[in-house]
């Protein structure tokens, strides 16, 4: 069974940082493209950052770009998004998705909260 | 960026209805589309993509169609289970871009 598990979010000062992780389980991690989308209270999902598997390209919103780095270990089939220099209109619930080609999420995790 | 618009935003409806929800592209997409649910308090769902390519379990009553800048996403008859909220998505081109949701209620 495809599994993904977001941890990492929790409460952080404008300005500050954190490190989310997505654990993988099901599914040969290092055949996929993996992605972080992320939706703040009340709103729609925004699509924040997409992590290509082979050559491991990264891609980023407008948004987030320069302040948000996605990487991932393959060896362990673990996502991460380092967010620095949070901001107010951060706070969202960041959900960990697979990536089909194309980039449709197939299998998402069930979200972190990260509040600024 | 690549603009969709969904609509209705909202809509009400009855179990067993045929229930029809558009996407417009800002440009032309190709069929590079997806579609989700999303109940409250839950994560996203992936449905169907590509002119009825469905997703594992997902229920045959859910349908799509549509090429370049137009799409629809049918329900042809709508269960209790259904009621949630919908995005659809392109992924024709980066920045991956949502539609804003419509949101299904009884």
């Known amino acids: 069974e495809v599994q993904v598990l977001e941890s990492g979010g929790g409460w952080v000062q404008p300005g500050g940082s954190l490190r989310l992780s997505c654990a993988a389980s099901g599914f040969i991690f290092s055949n996929y493209a993996m992605n972080w989308v992320r939706q703040a209270p009340g709103k729609g999902l925004e699509w924040v950052s997409t992590i290509d598997n082979g050559d491991d390209r990264t891609y980023y919103a407008d948004s987030v770009r320069g302040r948000f780095t996605v990487s991932r270990d393959n060896f362990k089939s673990t996502l991460f998004l380092q967010m620095n220099s949070l901001r107010d209109d951060d706070t969202a619930v960041y959900y960990c998705?697979?990536?089909?080609?194309?980039?449709?999420?197939?299998?998402w995790g069930q979200g972190t909260l990260v509040t600024v | 960026a690549i603009q969709l618009t969904q609509s209705p935003s909202s809509l009400s409806a009855s179990v067993g209805d045929r229930v029809i929800i558009t996407c417009r592209a800002s440009?032309?997409?190709?069929?590079?589309l997806a579609w989700y649910q999303q109940k409250p308090g839950k994560a996203p769902k992936f449905l169907i993509y590509?002119?009825?390519s469905l997703h594992s379990g997902v229920p045959s009553r859910f349908s799509d169609s549509g090429s370049g800048t137009d799409f629809t996403l049918t329900i042809s008859s709508l269960q209790t289970e259904d009621f949630a909220t919908y995005y659809c998505q392109q992924f024709y081109s980066y920045p991956l871009t949502f539609g804003g949701g419509t949101k299904v209620q009884i």
């Open positions: 440009q032309g997409i190709s069929g590079a």
């Open positions: 998705a697979r990536g089909t080609p194309g980039t449709i999420f197939d299998y």
């Open positions: 590509n002119a009825s």
